[in-house]
């Protein structure tokens, strides 16, 4: 028997508002069980901005991916994770890196949309240099 998607899931809030924490954990745990996906972990970091990676329960989220603990980061939005073009790209390297996917629920503007794109190209064009090494990341 095939095992389910393990999943951990992020969220990032500029403020202390536990209700909205909760409004992000509920719809994301839903959408975990729509799809028969296992949660494995939850990562909140609550006052942080999106705009550096400083966040502890990002970086613990990127270590326990590194040891292979969940399949999958999901995030009600990728600008959760950052605000920064340059910051997604490497998070989504790294993650890559282990296996991991990111899966965002809301791809309901377009904003997302293009921002995905845009990181797809800039991804193939990291993996395109000419000496092998990414000038990027």
């Known amino acids: ?5 393990r999943v951990a899931l992020y969220i990032r809030s500029h403020t202390n508002s536990q209700p909205l924490v909760d409004v992000q954990i509920e719809q994301l745990r839903n959408a975990c069980l729509r799809e028969n996906k296992t949660v494995a972990e939850i990562y909140v970091d609550h006052g942080f901005s999106g705009r550096n990676l400083d966040r502890p329960s990002l ?3 990127l270590t ?3 040891t292979g ?9 990728l600008h959760k994770l950052s605000r920064r073009m340059l910051d997604l790209l490497r998070l ?6 282990s296996n991991v996917s990111i899966v965002t629920e809301n791809f309901d503007s377009r904003a997302a949309l293009i921002l995905q794109q845009t990181m797809a190209s800039l991804k193939t064009l990291m993996q395109e240099t000419t000496d092998g090494h990414d000038a990027l990341c």
């Open 59 to 61: 970086q613990r989220l």
């Open 92 to 97: 989504t390297k790294t993650l890559d890196s």
């Open 69 to 77: 603990r969940f399949d999958e980061v999901r995030v009600i939005g």
């Open 64 to 66: 326990d991916a590194a």
């Open 1 to 5: 028997m095939k095992q389910p998607v």
